[in-house]
């Protein structure tokens, strides 16, 4: 009897290598077996090229042979035409003597649609291998298609007495808490997800960059809350390396934005260095003002990295997924408390001498 989970297993490993690149699709993993041998492997190009279907299929030069083969994916193949062909149609096409599935695609083109197209070409479909696992790796893509909002990401540091930051410093840089280590991983994590969120108090104090420097991978989106537009113009979030979207509030934006752009000169149409400023209201469900404006601009995940204000915002609003906690091995006495999160950690790993306790919201 062929264990199909074995397969599955194989085709999330694969998919791991298009995370931070397909977005807003999803990153699949695919893979053939012929006589029980892995004859070709595919994962999601980066958005708007091949599917991991087609990448798989492209794979094999002899496409007779499909016929005898089983070709297992993450996700439900596609039903409708995107940037490309649906990719329910070169299964069917090819007449796979399989089809595995790890789970059903909750998007409303597919959503069984694409199961169905393959069935009627008389394929047979088994659908469900590691259902739980396969949609913890496409979280991302499922919370936007189900709860209409991007993945959200809660991360801060905090030293052991429990301070996010000093009440004063001597100059406008991050004071660390975690060590390089740590950095590291934060910044990993940066090149993973699709977007970075602060508040304009965090911006002000430490004049961020919000980019990857010692990871390999893409800058995320950079989305910074700031009502009244005090945030200076010469300020690190204004220095074109990444699409950027502001959040003000309606009186600013009317007065204020004409002038700014027109002294920062930064509104740049090529899509990836835009500058884009979004009104919301300040004084009610900020935290979902927030997140209808992120799904606007179809952002399918994003970190909220400070600062106290900002993440408490989103804990009382209970608009998160997961936390990532980093514990540092210091103290600062006094200084400005960290959240407030009542849930129970989920895990920890130590980190040299620093803490990480990572949270899900069940």
């Known amino acids: 009897m062929i264990n199909h989970e074995i397969y599955i297993k194989r085709c999330l490993q694969i998919a791991k290598n298009g995370i931070g690149t ?22 999601t190009s980066k958005y708007g090229k091949s599917h991991a279907e087609v990448n798989a299929v492209n794979a094999v030069n002899d496409k007779s042979v499909l016929r005898d083969a089983t070709i297992y994916v993450t996700l439900e193949p596609c039903s409708h035409f995107g940037k ?4 329910a149609d070169l299964l069917a096409k090819h007449k796979f003597k399989n089809v595995v599935i790890g789970c059903k695609d909750t998007n409303d083109l597919v959503a069984g649609k694409g199961i169905e197209r393959i069935q009627k070409a008389g394929i047979n479909v088994i659908i469900g291998v590691l259902e739980d696992e396969c949609r913890e790796h496409h979280k991302r893509f499922f919370t936007v298609q189900d709860k209409k909002r991007p993945y959200i990401i809660l991360k801060w540091a905090e030293t052991k007495d429990g301070f996010v930051a000093p009440l004063e410093k001597d100059s406008q840089a991050p004071v660390w808490i975690s060590n390089k280590y740590s ?29 990857v420097r010692t990871w390999s991978g ?46 920062v000169s930064l509104i740049d149409e090529t899509k990836e260095h835009q500058l884009v ?84 919201n069940d």
């Open 183 to 211: 950095q590291q991983i934060v910044h990993k994590l940066r090149a993973k997800e699709h977007a970075i969120l602060v508040g304009t108090n965090t911006v002000i104090a430490d004049n961020p960059k919000l980019n």
């Open 84 to 87: 490309t062909p649906p990719c």
């Open 22 to 43: 397909t977005r807003p699709n999803p990153s699949v993993g695919a893979l053939i077996v012929l006589n029980n041998k892995i004859i070709a492997e595919g994962f």
């Open 277 to 360: 400023f979004e009104s919301i209201n300040f004084n009610q469900n900020l935290a979902q003002e927030i997140c209808d404006v992120l799904q606007k601009h179809k952002i399918q995940s994003v970190i909220i990295e400070g600062g106290t204000q900002t993440l408490q915002t989103f804990i009382d609003a209970n608009l998160w997924d997961e936390a990532k906690v980093f514990i540092g091995d210091n103290t600062f006495k006094t200084g400005i408390k960290s959240p407030i999160l009542s849930a129970k950690f989920t895990s920890e790993r130590k980190i040299k001498k620093d803490i990480l306790k990572i949270y899900n």
């Open 218 to 263: 893409n800058n995320p989106i950079r989305i910074v809350l700031d009502k009244n537009l005090r945030i200076p113009k010469e300020a690190n979030i204004y220095d074109k390396s990444v699409k950027t979207i502001i959040l003000c509030d309606v009186k600013s934006l009317a007065l204020k934005k004409s002038d700014f752009i027109n002294n």
